[in-house]
């Protein structure tokens, strides 16, 4: 028990360290918080998601992306198409925005809200470079229950993450009674789509 704490404890820490930063995945969760438009079934997609890849690496998997640049340029071009369009979206949005209850009456529907959340999660190439080969490698210095215990650690900390995001948002709403507050987080966000986009690219020259 006592070489099994610090193992989940270094699994948790890095995990949360890879999970918590300014991306597309976690700006469309805290959008949609701020809406209160599927939360959980996001939250649980996002974090399930993640676990999975988590757990493909931690079992020794993670070679299978790393020495396969056809698969990562593929999903690299489809993950740049995709945040491009998504930015474009959020750009159109800033030019006419909402307050709170205006915004909410154009709901996203449960079937694309999913299909969103799963493109962001993985339609992008550092998801499993992340999740697959870096945590994935970095937990060969444990074995047997001491492995367990750090995957463990770490898909705690996407759960954490993610139900946190998710249903923090909604301390955010009354200033996002503005519509003016929604122009600058729907500017944000489109930023943040675009230049990951860009990024990708890059990384293919």
């Known amino acids: 028990m006592s070489t099994l704490l610090p193992a989940a404890l270094s699994g948790f820490l890095l995990g949360g360290s890879l999970i918590i930063a300014i991306g597309a995945q976690n700006a469309f969760i805290l959008r949609q918080g701020l809406m209160r438009q599927h939360v ?66 154009g709901e996203m529907r449960l079937a694309p809200a999913v299909a969103a959340c799963l493109a962001f999660t993985f339609l992008n190439p550092h998801v499993y470079l992340d999740t697959v080969v870096l945590l994935g490698s970095l937990s060969a210095a ?32 009354p200033l996002f009674a503005r519509p003016s507050a929604w122009r600058v987080l729907d500017l944000l966000i489109g930023l943040v789509m675009a230049t990951i986009a860009i990024s990708l690219l890059r990384s293919l020259a």
């Open 40 to 105: 959980f079934v996001l939250c649980l997609i996002c974090a399930l998601s993640d676990a999975l890849l988590i757990a493909v690496g931690v079992a020794g998997l993670g070679t299978l992306i790393s020495s396969s640049p056809q698969l990562i340029t593929l999903v690299t071009l489809g993950g740049a198409a995709f945040l491009f369009a998504y930015a474009f979206i959020a750009f159109r949005r800033a030019m006419k925005p909402e307050a709170l209850q205006a915004a909410k009456k």
């Open 142 to 173: 444990y074995e047997g229950a001491g492995r367990i215990a750090y995957g463990a650690g770490a898909c705690l900390a996407s759960f954490v993450w993610f139900f946190a995001l998710g249903y923090g948002a909604r301390l955010l709403q």
